[in-house]
């Protein structure tokens, strides 16, 4: 069974950084694309951004291109979201997803990713 585990968040002032983590079980880690999604009160599930199975390449929603970045380390089965400059418009539920199909790259719809963690809350204050 695949578990999927954020931790980090939090509560940050306008400008400042967060990070947070998932911890991946479950699945041969190393060989699925994972994908960062938010979802604020009342909005739908959004994508953040990816990062390829191999770590090679990240690709972004222009919301967040040049402030978050997404990294990897296989070893530890692990995939991070570091933050910086954020804005109040940055609030949300942030998930960590695993792609459903193996060595996939690039997808950005909800749909496409199979496994989700429990979510963690990001809250930007202004």
């Known amino acids: 069974q695949v578990q999927l585990v954020e931790a980090g968040g939090g509560l940050v002032q306008t400008g400042g950084s967060l990070s947070v983590s998932c911890v991946a079980s479950g699945l041969t880690f190393s060989s699925y694309t994972m994908g960062w999604f938010r979802q604020a009160p009342g909005k739908e599930r959004e994508f953040v951004g990816g990062i390829r199975w191999s770590g090679g390449s990240t690709y972004y929603s222009d919301s967040v291109k040049g402030r978050f970045t997404i990294s990897r380390d296989n070893g530890k089965h692990t995939v991070y979201l570091q933050m910086n400059s954020l804005k109040p418009e940055d609030t949300a539920v942030y998930y960590c997803?695993?792609?459903?199909?193996?060595?996939?790259?690039?997808?950005?719809?909800?749909?496409?990713?199979?496994?989700w963690g429990q979510g963690t809350q990001v809250t930007v204050s202004s």
């Open positions: 997803a695993a792609d459903s199909i193996p060595k996939r790259v690039g997808r950005t719809s909800a749909a496409n990713f199979g496994s």
